[in-house]
Every structure is written in structure tokens, then in C-alpha cells.
């Protein structure tokens, strides 16, 4: 018998990715109100047997989940967008797919990493401990990482997308206690999850702030780089940390270092509509499809997008 899996995912532009054992699929509303779903073989890189080995598998999950995402992202963005049945998909190239990635890379630790240090540079003169220099650089990249979920919370597109995410996790849950994939079902489990990305960074930036006051103050240039080129490292032991408590969410110690993260998908997720539920439902029975496992007898809608619903608001 196989090793239980953990079936991932990332809410897409009207829409769902799944991330499965063998293969990733993305379910899409298309404006006319039906399904459409994408399934790919995941790339062995991303499946081989480097991905069980401990802080490696960190990295690579890293990796795995720009790449993945900004693919599906770009898929969605494709079908949620068409005008007709006519209207022609472009894949991007490689090369193109690559400089989006760097490029977003480069945002994200530029916004998080290296601007919470040129912040605290201004008044670090007047900070005697490194320890309270790095703890409350730290605090800046908190306070920068929390106003910018909560303002992104104010996009109509947002919102939508953080219901996608809740209608994900709540799918994820579903599938993991048992139940039968049909919406009724899916709503008696709540909209937040414990190894939801979100809850990843925020473990991220706490292990940040440990790692950093570690390296003490060192020359400005010195200490910046270290915020650039630990990025890996950080992640690795932040995946690590959270697989952890995943598996034992039953500790009490572990619950309460899953807590912060759940309180933090307040401002990620949102209640999903019987629709959003349906293309979560849609991704993950194509991902099982594909995964050679069962489906289960009763669900919503058929695997490959054939709900034909349309597409509804949410307040």
C-alpha cells in the first residue's frame, strides 16, 4: 500500500490547481459558465527522491511552487479571460516562463527581505543590540507582509481568488477526513488549512528573525546579501517545520504554532460559493483521475469540466 499523500493546491483566476502525486491540474470557469481542466505530469525534479530528503525537499518545494503556480496562473488567466469558444490559448516559452519567475522572485525578497533592512537602516544608529535590531526588522517585515494581504483583500479580483483559495482548502479537507466529494459535504470543513502558504510565510518570517539575529549586525552590504542567498535555507527549514505540525496537529505544542497561520488565512480566504466549490471539486477529481486513484462514487460534477453553472459573485 502506498504511503498517504497530501494532495496541495493554489487558488487560480477563477479557478483551482491541485497538486497530486504523480500530477498537477487546474480547473478554470470559463466565462460561458462550463469547467475547463488542464492536467500535466509533473516533472521528476518535482516527484524523484531528492523531494524526500529533509531541508532539500524544502527547496525544491520551493521551486515547485513558483513554477507550478505561475504556469497555472497564466493558464487561468487564459480561460477566465476568453471572449468565445474560438478564442485561441498561447502557452509561453520556456524563456518567457523563466524571466516571469526571476522577475517575481526578485519582487517578492526584494519587498519582504531587502526593504525592511534599508527601513531599519535609517534608525539603526540609534539601536545599542543587534538582537533588537534584527527583531525589529523583523517586525517591519511582518507589518509589511500583513498591510499588503490586507490590502489586497480590497480587489474585487482578490476577493474572488481568496474564496478559490477557500473553496481549495476546504476540497483538500475533504479529501483528507474521507468524505465524498459533493458541495454538501466539502461546507461542513472550514475555509483555512494548516499547510496552506500562507501559514508557510508566516513560519518564514519567524525563522527570519532567529536566523538573522544569529548573524548579529555585521557591514550593511554583508548583512543585505545574507537576506538574499539564506532565502533557501529559511525556506527549508520552514517547510520542515510546518510538514511537522501538520502530522501532529494533535500536540498541543504544534496546534499552538499552527495557530498563528490559521488566524492569518482570515485575511487570505474567503467563503466560497456552490460554484467555486465545484471547480475545486473539478481539479481535484482530475488529479486523482490521473493519479490512477478513486474518485468516489458521489460528487458535483464530472472530472474534466462538465458542470455547466455560471459563474456567480461573491459579497
Request: charged share 20%.
Amino acid at each position: 500500500m502506498p504511503e498517504r499523500f497530501n494532495y496541495g493546491g493554489q487558488a487560480v483566476i477563477e479557478g483551482v490547481m491541485i497538486r497530486g502525486r504523480t500530477h498537477v491540474s487546474v480547473s478554470v470557469r470559463r466565462p460561458n459558465g462550463l469547467i475547463r481542466s488542464q492536467c500535466e505530469p509533473l516533472s521528476q525534479l518535482f516527484v524523484g527522491k531528492l523531494r524526500r530528503i529533509p531541508l532539500i525537499r524544502g527547496v525544491i518545494v520551493l521551486v515547485e511552487t513558483l513554477a507550478l503556480g505561475l504556469k497555472a496562473i497564466m493558464f487561468s488567466a487564459n480561460i477566465a479571460l476568453e471572449e468565445d469558444d474560438d478564442t485561441k490559448e498561447t502557452e509561453p516559452s520556456a524563456i518567457a516562463t523563466g524571466a516571469m519567475l526571476v522577475v517575481s522572485l526578485s519582487i517578492a525578497i526584494g519587498l519582504f527581505f531587502v526593504g525592511p533592512l534599508f527601513i531599519i537602516r535609517a534608525v539603526d544608529p540609534y539601536i545599542a543590540s543587534s538582537v533588537v535590531s534584527n527583531i525589529a526588522e523583523g517586525g517591519i517585515r511582518m507589518g509589511i507582509f500583513l498591510v499588503y494581504l490586507y490590502l489586497m483583500g480590497f480587489m474585487p479580483d482578490m476577493r474572488r481568488v481568496f474564496a478559490y483559495h477557500g473553496a481549495e482548502h476546504m476540497t483538500i479537507a475533504a479529501h483528507e477526513n474521507g468524505e465524498p466529494l459533493r458541495v454538501d459535504t466539502i461546507r461542513k470543513f472550514g475555509k483555512e488549512h494548516p499547510r496552506c502558504g500562507t501559514a508557510f510565510l508566516m513560519v518564514v518570517m519567524v525563522v527570519a528573525v532567529i536566523t538573522f539575529v544569529f548573524l548579529g549586525r555585521p557591514d550593511f552590504w554583508l548583512r543585505m546579501a545574507s537576506r538574499i542567498v539564506l532565502v533557501p535555507a529559511i525556506a527549508a527549514v520552514s517547510y520542515e517545520i510546518i510538514r511537522f505540525n501538520a502530522a501532529h496537529s494533535a500536540n498541543v505544542l504544534s496546534r499552538m504554532v499552527i495557530a498563528p497561520g490559521l488566524a492569518l488565512q482570515k485575511l487570505t480566504t474567503r467563503k466560497p460559493d456552490d460554484d467555486q466549490i465545484e471547480v475545486a471539486i473539478d481539479a481535484m477529481q482530475v488529479a486523482l483521475a490521473a493519479d490512477g486513484e478513486a474518485v468516489g462514487e458521489e460528487s458535483a460534477v464530472a472530472p474534466g469540466g462538465l458542470s455547466p453553472a455560471p459563474a456567480s459573485s461573491v459579497s
